[in-house]
Nanobody, 126 residues
């Protein structure tokens, strides 16, 4: 199983980026997909998750209303649209796949995610 995240970069505060994550070696539709982020010296933080069908999503408090998660099962891909970026959004963003959790839960805990991508760096300048 591989998850390949991309789309990070340097952006000014108030700008936007669209992160992508392509999966291979897994039956993508069977996985809840999540995005997390991490900065040096801090714990990994939940950003958002999306149900297997894409019909439901959940967001961390710090990004709700600014970020949107979506998926295309036909392309084995999940996306994170980030808008109105702030300097505190600077982090390495990771996509992750959860096989076991029920669709009603869409876990916010990294321990529930089985597979992880390598991360893509988002830097927001003030």
């Amino acid at each position: 199983v591989q998850l390949q995240a991309s789309g990070g970069g340097l952006v000014e505060a108030g700008g936007s980026l669209r992160l992508s994550c392509a999966g291979s070696g897994l039956t993508f539709v069977k996985y809840i997909m999540g995005w997390f982020r991490q900065t040096p010296g801090k714990e990994r933080e939940f950003v958002g998750s999306i149900s297997r069908t894409g019909g439901s999503s959940k967001y961390g408090d710090s990004v709700a209303g600014r970020f949107t998660i979506s998926r295309e099962n036909a392309k084995s891909s999940v996306y994170l649209q980030t808008n109105n970026l702030k300097p505190e959004d600077t982090a390495v963003y990771y996509c992750a796949a959860d096989r076991k959790s029920p669709s009603t839960s869409m876990s916010t805990s990294e321990v529930d995610y089985n597979f992880w991508g390598q991360g893509t760096l988002v830097t927001v300048s003030s």
